[in-house]
């Protein structure tokens, strides 16, 4: 309870931090990552926002994630390596910004706590998909970061006896 505690302050905390900073106007070049960008545009891309809006809407799915399904501070560490941390494959040209990698393998990190966790996986999946429909989305860099999160998912979660 503790730990989970823990990461919840931590999570109010960088939320706090990403709507403060979605004020801040900012050239998408100096903190987006693209391909060649800086290295450490890697770590900070997560806090910056194209607008208002785009903060809030990944806050809100951060903060609904950690406070539902009781996520701890290892996991979320993880999430956030996994989203600082893309293949090369998951760049583009233009800078990508905003904490919806990092949200995304928080999703994946999580999918064992729903009841139904394939039916969870392929709602996720046509959630992804829409991104396909707008401009500057970066599909192919939330897919890498839900897969990569399912996975710690798969290895962190114990398998369940039937009976006793």
């Not at 390596?81 to 994946?108: H, K």
Request: aromatic share 16%.
């Amino acid at each position: 309870m503790q730990r989970e505690n823990e990461t919840k302050t931590a999570a109010l905390i960088i939320g706090v931090v990403i709507l403060i900073l979605s004020f801040w106007h900012i050239s998408f070049l100096k903190v987006g990552i693209y391909i060649g960008c800086h290295p450490m545009q890697y770590l900070y891309y997560p806090f910056f926002h194209a607008n208002i809006l785009h903060a809030l809407l990944n806050v809100w799915t951060m903060l609904s994630v950690v406070f539902y399904c009781k996520v701890n501070p290892l996991k979320f560490i993880i999430c956030y390596i996994i989203a600082v941390l893309p293949p090369d494959f998951c760049l583009q040209s233009i800078p990508t910004i905003g904490l919806s990698g990092f949200v995304f393998a928080l999703l994946g990190s999580v999918t064992f706590c729903f009841r139904h966790p394939v039916r969870y996986i392929i709602q996720i999946l046509l959630f992804v998909s829409a991104g396909l429909f707008f401009n500057n989305v970066a599909v192919i860099l939330h897919l890498w970061c839900f897969f990569c999160g399912l996975f710690v998912s798969v290895v962190s979660t114990p398998i369940k006896k039937e009976g006793k």
